[in-house]
């Protein structure tokens, strides 16, 4: 993020772009796509994010796609955060963890998304596993879409808000980090008031921008004093300014100024 802003672009070939790039719905036009979102940005932004579903729709092509695409977008020097959201009782757990925290494994990545509805406690196989790895995670606190607040607001036995339990237990794991531990969480820029301490001592994902009406003066306002953690994700406000990789990196360009202006 120093070297090259904080952004991370989501790659997210949702039908509607791959017409838009005069791409055919099927696994050649992912392929194009992927090539040409990668071959635009991975030497320009700190950490690329494929979104999995997109890839698996086309069941294992698809899948042999998104491995091409982590493979050449950690050749050509960004980060990638894999965004699968996997959450799983803790022997399952440890099968996700060895499917892409393991760096034998095809689809290892630099991080990846979980999420903790069956107890972040559960997701310890894979947190072990990202330390190990020398990789990261960003497990899911307070989402960007309207419908998680009633969820992630709920309130604990002990008082606490699910999120805040989520926050607590990440804080606790990266406790003795410096300068920023490798256990995130996901904060959408969308969010009201968070609430619950943002000052995990990690990294702070924050997707919401752009499409879903997030604006860099909302970081500010949601992440207050840790706004320097935050690792804030665009995906299909980049990506319609494709499909020319000039007007890609133009747009990579343009979002990361605001940023930088933003976030001081
Ligand atoms: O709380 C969350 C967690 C993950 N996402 C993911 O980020 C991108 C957002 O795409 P945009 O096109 O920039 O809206 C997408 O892959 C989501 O699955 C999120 O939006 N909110």
Same mark, same amino acid.
């Given at each position: 993020? !120093?070297?090259?802003? /904080?952004?991370?672009?989501?790659?997210? /070939?949702? /039908?509607e772009?791959?017409? !838009?790039?005069?791409?055919?719905?099927?696994?050649?036009?992912?392929?194009?796509?992927?090539?040409?979102?990668?071959?635009?940005?991975?030497?320009?932004?700190?950490?690329?994010?494929?979104?999995?579903a997109?890839?698996?729709? +086309?069941?294992?092509?698809?899948?042999?796609?998104?491995?091409?695409?982590?493979?050449?977008?950690?050749?050509?020097?960004a980060?990638?955060?894999?965004?699968?959201?996997?959450?799983?009782?803790?022997?399952?757990?440890?099968?996700?963890?060895g499917?892409?925290?393991?760096? $034998?494994?095809?689809?290892?990545?630099?991080?990846?998304?979980?999420?903790?509805?069956?107890?972040?406690g559960?997701? $310890?196989?894979?947190?072990? $596993?990202?330390?190990?790895?020398?990789?990261?995670v +960003?497990?899911?606190?307070?989402t960007?879409?309207?419908?998680?607040?009633?969820?992630?607001r709920?309130?604990?036995?002990?008082?606490?808000?699910?999120?805040?339990?989520?926050?607590?237990?990440?804080?606790?794991r990266?406790?003795?980090?410096?300068?920023?531990?490798? +256990?995130?969480?996901?904060?959408?820029?969308?969010? !009201?008031?968070?609430?619950?301490?943002?000052?995990?001592?990690?990294?702070?994902?924050?997707?919401?921008?752009?499409?879903?009406?997030?604006?860099? $003066?909302?970081?500010?306002?949601?992440?207050?004093?840790?706004?320097?953690?935050?690792?804030?994700?665009?995906?299909?406000?980049?990506?319609?300014?494709?499909?020319?990789?000039?007007?890609?990196?133009?747009?990579?360009?343009?979002r990361?100024?605001?940023?930088?202006?933003?976030?001081?």
């Amino acid at each position: 993020m !120093d070297a090259r802003g /904080p952004l991370c672009v989501g790659i997210d /070939p949702h /039908p509607e772009l791959l017409a !838009d790039w005069g791409l055919g719905d099927d696994v050649a036009g992912l392929e194009r796509f992927c090539g040409t979102v990668v071959g635009a940005l991975a030497d320009q932004v700190a950490v690329l994010k494929p979104q999995s579903a997109f890839f698996e729709r +086309f069941g294992w092509r698809g899948v042999a796609v998104l491995e091409r695409t982590v493979a050449e977008a950690r050749g050509a020097g960004a980060l990638v955060l894999l965004d699968v959201k996997r959450g799983d009782i803790g022997s399952t757990m440890a099968a996700y963890a060895g499917a892409y925290l393991d760096p $034998a494994a095809p689809l290892f990545a630099d991080a990846v998304t979980l999420s903790p509805y069956l107890g972040v406690g559960s997701l $310890a196989p894979a947190l072990d $596993a990202a330390r190990a790895a020398g990789a990261g995670v +960003f497990v899911l606190a307070l989402t960007s879409n309207p419908e998680g607040a009633a969820v992630q607001r709920a309130q604990t036995a002990d008082g606490r808000t699910v999120a805040g339990a989520v926050l607590d237990e990440l804080s606790r794991r990266n406790a003795e980090a410096a300068p920023l531990g490798s +256990f995130g969480a996901v904060v959408g820029a969308t969010v !009201d008031d968070p609430v619950d301490s943002l000052a995990i001592n990690g990294p702070l994902l924050a997707p919401g921008l752009g499409a879903q009406g997030a604006t860099p $003066a909302d970081l500010v306002r949601v992440f207050g004093g840790v706004v320097g953690n935050v690792l804030p994700s665009v995906s299909r406000d980049v990506l319609r300014a494709g499909p020319s990789p000039e007007g890609l990196r133009a747009a990579v360009r343009d979002r990361t100024t605001a940023l930088r202006k933003a976030l001081g």
